[in-house]
């Protein structure tokens, strides 16, 4: 059974930064992309990055470029998000998704949380002003 599990959230103020981790089990992930959407309340799931298996070619959200990096560690089978700058917009549940498929498309293939297929339960982070 596949799961992921995000961790790292939690309460900082506007300018600070938080590292979000997932793990990954049930599968080897190093193969598949990986990626970050966030949902506020009230608002759809929003995507934020993505990242292919090797780590060379990311896709970042206008809203988050410059700001935010996502990486991954294939031997830990875990992604990560180091968000920095926050601002009290980015307040959010940050989820965590995987892909079944070992190709890399294009932004738009990714930007869309249909196309996931593999999802976390979230992690709160909240920027205070």
């Known amino acids: 059974q596949v799961q992921l599990v995000e961790s790292g959230g939690g309460l900082v103020q506007a300018g600070g930064s938080l590292r979000l981790s997932c793990a990954a089990s049930?599968?080897?992930?190093?193969?598949?992309?990986m990626g970050w959407f966030r949902q506020a309340p009230g608002k759809e799931r929003d995507f934020v990055a993505a990242i292919n298996w090797n780590d060379d070619s990311t896709y970042y959200s206008n809203s988050v470029k410059g700001r935010f990096t996502i990486s991954r560690d294939n031997a830990k089978n875990t992604v990560y998000l180091q968000m920095n700058s926050l601002k009290p917009e980015d307040t959010a549940v940050y989820y965590c998704?995987?892909?079944?498929?070992?190709?890399?498309?294009?932004?738009?293939?990714?930007?869309?949380?249909?196309?996931?297929?593999?999802w976390g339960q979230g992690t709160q982070v909240t920027v205070s002003s």
């Open positions: 049930g599968r080897t992930f190093s193969s598949y992309p």
């Open positions: 998704a995987a892909e079944k498929t070992p190709l890399w498309f294009s932004y738009n293939y990714y930007f869309n949380p249909a196309r996931w297929d593999y």
